[in-house]
């Protein structure tokens, strides 16, 4: 049996015993195959790593538009910036919030392991996804249009 089968079928019985989400589901949205190449007795704990690793790197994109002026902040960040609506801070500044809070919970996994808080943690977190998956979305597409219709200034090269 290769490894990505094994760890389907481990995970299936976890799945039943908690109620969690199908493992294509998580799959889609984290990627979740690539434990493949880790071995584990935790599963659930690694399921749970694998989906932090995402939000953070999200978490670390919607903290550069937050306050670009605390790390090396890529150029568009500041172009695109001054044509985000008052609407839209309030929708970053939520997920923030939300993707925060994954993170921490993730973290407190890390300090005391229960298999049972695992997955409660992996339910919290799909239960959430959609919504925060759709505000992402129109962030980045809004950012993009108006990095479109940014204009480069000579001020961007010199």
């Known amino acids: 049996m290769d490894e990505l089968a094994k760890i389907k079928k481990d995970y299936e019985k976890l799945k039943v015993k908690y109620k969690l989400p199908s493992f294509n589901e998580l799959n889609v949205d984290f990627e979740i195959e690539k434990l493949q190449d880790r071995e584990t007795d935790f599963l659930l704990r690694s399921v749970r790593r694998t989906m932090v690793e995402k939000v953070a790197v999200l978490l670390r994109f919607l903290e550069i538009i937050v306050n670009p ?11 695109v910036m001054k044509n985000v ?5 309030k929708i970053i500044e939520k997920i923030y919030k939300e993707m925060t809070s994954i993170e921490l919970n993730s973290l407190s996994l890390d300090i005391d392991y229960s298999e049972k808080n695992e997955a409660a943690f992996i339910k919290e977190v799909i239960r959430a996804w959609p919504s925060i998956k759709k505000d992402l979305k129109e962030i980045t597409k809004k950012l993009g249009v108006a990095w479109t219709h940014e204009k480069m200034h000579d001020g961007y090269f010199g």
């Open 69 to 79: 002026t605390e790390s090396p902040t890529p150029l568009y960040i500041f172009s």
């Open 85 to 89: 609506s008052p609407e839209m801070k």
